[in-house]
């Protein structure tokens, strides 16, 4: 009886430990709060969560509500590929030594920790769906680009209908896309295109994780708004033609900029001075391809409500760089103008306390791996050299920043709070500007030769110079290769 009573105290003993040690770790599973990084190709600020007054960008403007808005958030470089590398390692392009597209980021790179393999070294599931490293759009899109195996678990390589109906787009040179106004209001639906294929892929990813309970981060690169311009015609008859308006430059103003910015904004010589018709076309397109790519991520998120997965979800939306619609008379990137750095970025979910608010702190895009890694409790290598925008997602006045730094050929450019100061060649050697931005936020008034303010440009320019250095350094662990020409593919 006694021997009886023992047995049945040690059962009851046991039943209860693993009832303690399963809730436990349940629990933990639970907690371990997951990632959503949402991208889109291209995309600029004009967007309705940031002011602008035609673009429809409901389901953005949606998160924005629900996390913390960045209204002066830069890229690193304004271009995909080097822009891509960059965020995804948290390095400066300098440091990645990678400054145009087309490049495998371990070419120069080999042993850099990226930042989903920082998630996947600690227990995370890393999948990649559509364009999230370089990609040549369209020629590459249902490919892997020039994409990096050794970041993720799993990959999906979406391809629709848009790419087999090149013949159809509209081109400024016949035949060229990836780099040209093109543009195609297009047959059929949402979910017939590319970017419409790569939001049921990650919607079925979603589902999954949510049945299997495992900690993910997920990538979802979209392939809108990035040339040719392509969304079902729904989306082109939202913005009609005659209410586009189009940026004026006035007479004589490139010429009172530097020769190097010169360059950039005439780089492209078919887009330069497009008439009337064609301007309000390509506008209204890229318009069209917002709105288009905003419909995608709007059934991305609906789905993540709706598995439960999204009170333990972060979620980061943003693009690779900023862009030009005829601003300063330019069209598409690669210049250091405010329309080419700034970059849309919104982060929600567990850690983001002031949610529904807007902040005006610098960001960077090398801040994402800092960010993420302290939201998810994570140790971050000692490579990265981003900051940790998690103040300021407690509280939208805090400023981990004072400035942010984007660099383009042989010019880099700081922004401020109040200016954006640029050096172009070795201190300046090649030309400087200074716009103030409580009076010219549009940067059209260049105030670098006013003798009034040679102390303000000097104090900036000491700030650039400290920038420089700092984006220089060689990164803690990682090796760097500088040659060029190295194997395409991996090993």
């Known amino acids: 009886m006694i021997h009886s009573f023992g047995q049945t105290i040690s059962s009851v003993f046991c039943l209860v430990f693993f009832f303690l040690c399963t809730t436990h770790v349940t629990s933990a599973a639970?907690?371990?709060p997951n990632v959503l990084f949402l991208i889109c190709d291209d995309l600029n600020?004009?967007?309705?969560?940031?002011?602008?007054?035609?673009?429809?960008?409901?389901n953005i403007d949606q998160l924005a509500k629900q996390g913390v808005r960045f209204q002066n958030a830069y890229c690193q470089y304004p271009l995909c590929g080097p822009s891509r590398a960059s965020f995804m390692t948290g390095l400066y392009p300098d440091q990645t030594l990678i400054h145009r597209n087309a490049i495998y980021i371990r070419e120069h790179v080999p042993n850099v920790q990226t930042m989903s393999q920082m998630f996947r070294k600690n227990g995370y599931f890393a999948t990649r769906v559509g364009k999230i490293y370089h990609y040549n759009v369209p020629r590459h899109i249902g490919t892997s680009g020039h994409d990096d195996p050794y970041s993720w678990n799993q990959t999906f390589n979406p391809r629709g209908r848009d790419v087999d109906e090149e013949d159809k787009i509209f081109s400024l040179r016949p035949g060229?896309?990836?780099?040209?106004?093109?543009?195609?209001?297009a047959d059929g639906t949402d979910a017939e295109q590319t970017d419409g294929i790569a939001a049921e892929i990650a919607i079925g990813q979603l589902k999954k994780h949510a049945a299997q309970k495992t900690p993910f981060f997920m990538a979802v690169g979209l392939f809108r708004p990035h040339t040719p311009y392509v969304a079902p015609k729904k989306y082109f008859e939202m913005y009609p033609t005659q209410s586009i308006k189009v940026p004026k430059i006035p007479e004589g103003y490139l010429d009172t900029i530097p020769l190097p910015a010169r360059k950039s904004v005439n780089r492209k010589k078919d887009q330069i001075n497009l008439p009337d018709k064609l301007a309000r076309q390509a506008i209204q397109a890229y318009y069209a391809s917002i709105t288009f790519a905003d419909a995608?991520?709007?059934?991305?998120?609906?789905a993540l409500k709706e598995t439960g997965l999204d009170d333990n979800t972060i979620i980061v939306f943003t693009s690779d760089h900023g862009y030009h619609m005829g601003e300063h008379g330019h069209w598409q990137k690669t210049t250091l103008f405010e329309?080419?750095?700034?970059?849309?970025?919104?982060?929600?979910?567990?850690?983001v306390a002031d949610k529904g608010k807007s902040t005006s702190a610098p960001a960077e895009m090398v801040d994402f791996y800092p960010t993420l890694a302290e939201l998810c409790s994570l140790?971050?290598?000692p490579s990265i050299s981003g900051v940790s925008q998690v103040p300021t997602l407690k509280d939208v006045t805090v400023s981990p920043r004072k400035t942010a730094l984007t660099q383009y050929a042989n010019g880099y450019s700081i922004r401020t709070p109040s200016y954006r100061y640029t050096e172009w060649g070795e201190k300046g050697k090649e030309g400087v500007e200074l716009y103030d931005h409580n009076?010219?936020?549009?940067?059209?008034?260049?105030?670098?030769?006013?003798?009034?303010?040679?102390?303000?440009?000097?104090?900036?320019?000491?700030?650039?110079?400290?920038?420089?250095?700092?984006?220089?350094?060689?990164p803690t662990g990682v090796k760097q290769i500088q040659f060029e020409n190295r194997r395409r593919v991996p090993k």
């Open 439 to 474: 009076s010219d936020a549009a940067e059209m008034k260049n105030l670098a030769n006013d003798p009034e303010i040679k102390q303000l440009r000097d104090e900036l320019s000491q700030i650039l110079h400290a920038r420089i250095k700092h984006a220089n350094q060689k």
């Open 296 to 302: 995608q991520l709007g059934h991305i998120l609906k």
């Open 339 to 351: 329309n080419a750095a700034r970059v849309p970025l919104i982060i929600a979910g567990p850690g």
């Open 45 to 58: 600020c004009d967007l309705g969560c940031y002011g602008h007054p035609q673009v429809k960008s409901p």
């Open 379 to 381: 140790k971050a290598p």
């Open 176 to 185: 060229s896309f990836g780099g040209t106004l093109s543009w195609l209001a």
């Open 30 to 32: 639970e907690t371990k």
